[in-house]
T-cell receptor, first 114, second 114 residues
Framework: KAGVTQTPRYLIKTRGQQVTLSCSPI?????VSWYQQTPGQGLQFLFE???????NKGNFPGRFSGRQFSNSRSEMNVSTLELGDSALYLC?????????????FGPGTRLTVT | LAKTTQPISMDSYEGQEVNITCSHN???????ITWYQQFPSQGPRFIIQ???TKVTNEVASLFIPADRKSSTLSLPRVSLSDTAVYYC???????????????FGKGTKLSVIP
């Protein structure tokens, strides 16, 4: 079974631009979560989608948004990029919502904002 | 949200058993305890999960005392390839709408020495 895929793997953007990252979950998984990982803050939860609905959102500004499509694929968007948005963005999929469900992480998208 | 506390780093020699303890004093009744492993530039990978007592799989054991305020991940006979960051997470297995969030702590950086 194919794992979680994320595209692109690497991205370089300029301050003020916007970016869209894509995540394809494991087949059959309906929950997709997004995380931001930086050396200083570690892994931080961004949001989670299940059946095209955002179920929960972490403590990030409104510049960070996401959506999920009917095939469970998900995208996250960051508008008006700031230098501090440089990070590894990880997507994880699971069968359903709840910590008893194992999350499978993708390789991440490395975003660099200059 | 239950917070977790882990040692920042640990060193171990190859072939030894490693025990990493996580403190989660305000764990709730419905919370599961999950451990993930992360190698550099990769997404975290599920290791083991439990609710109470002891759980064992092919790679690790998880010990949870009766009060569930802490848990210990045990890695038997570690090798150099076990050098990674290990995260302890606590989350609600039956989250209500808008209440679910997996919180990663800073993790424990395990270095295995030849």
């Amino acid at each position: 079974k194919a794992g979680v895929t994320q595209t692109p793997r690497y991205l370089i953007k300029t301050r003020g631009q916007q970016v869209t990252l894509s995540c394809s979950p494991i087949s059959g998984h309906r929950s997709v979560s997004w995380y931001q990982q930086t050396p200083g803050q570690g892994l931080q939860f961004l949001f989670e989608y299940f059946s095209e609905t955002q179920r929960n959102k972490g403590n990030f500004p409104g510049r960070f948004s996401g959506r999920q499509f009917s095939n469970s694929r998900s995208e996250m968007n960051v508008s008006t990029l700031e230098l501090g948005d440089s990070a590894l963005y990880l997507c994880a999929s699971s069968l359903a919502v709840g910590s008893s469900y194992e999350q499978y992480f993708g390789p991440g998208t490395r975003l660099t904002v200059t | 949200l239950a917070k977790t506390t882990q040692p920042i780093s640990m060193d171990s020699y190859e072939g030894q058993e490693v025990n990493i303890t996580c403190s989660h004093n305000n764990i709730a009744t419905n919370d599961y305890i999950t451990w993930y492993q992360q190698f550099p530039s990769q997404g975290p990978r599920f290791i083991i999960q439990g609710y109470k007592t002891k759980v064992t799989n092919e790679v690790a054991s998880l010990f949870i005392p009766a009060d569930r305020k802490s848990s210990t991940l045990s890695l038997p006979r570690v090798s150099l390839s076990d050098t990674a960051v290990y995260y302890c997470l606590v989350g609600d297995m039956y989250p209500g709408a808008g209440s679910y969030q997996l919180t990663f702590g800073k993790g424990t950086k395990l270095s295995v020495i030849p």
